[in-house]
């Protein structure tokens, strides 16, 4: 597989702020934070993006969906948040490998979405 860059931060090979891991879930803090709060939650086992789901990996989704409220209330988004995820080049996706964006800490726009 060619370079991944958030493989290369999920085995520490680039370094990120960790916001919460466990056995299928990383999530780090947005180098470029669109929000107070921008977190990235990524699984572990690489998939480009939401076009590569299947029934063989959308277990993964679940997990990142699980770690999602655990790490809002750690981020103490207790008035809640919005997460994002931008597939393909129309969807604005930098890096291919599949991540969701936590964004919070303040009223966020209601231009998009
Ligand atoms: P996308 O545009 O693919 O949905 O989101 C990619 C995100 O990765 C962007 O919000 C960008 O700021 C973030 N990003 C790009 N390079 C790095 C990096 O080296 N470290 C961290 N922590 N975030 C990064
Ligand atoms: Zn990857």
């Known amino acids: 597989m060619d370079f991944c860059l958030f493989c290369s931060i999920i085995d520490g090979s680039i370094p990120s702020a960790k916001v919460y891991e466990d056995e299928y879930v990383y999530a780090f803090r947005d180098i470029n934070p669109q929000a107070p709060v921008h977190v990235l939650v990524v699984p572990k086992t690489h998939i480009s993006n939401t076009n590569e789901l299947n029934a063989e990996n959308s277990v993964l989704v679940a997990k990142c969906f699980e770690a999602i409220p655990v790490i809002a209330a750690q981020e103490g988004l207790t008035n809640g948040y919005r997460v ?6 129309d969807g604005g996706q930098t890096v291919k ?5 936590i964004l919070g800490g303040k009223k966020l726009s209601e231009q998009m979405v």
Do not use: P, V
């Open 84 to 89: 994002i995820n931008n597939c393909g080049e």
């Open 97 to 101: 490998h599949l991540h969701f964006h």
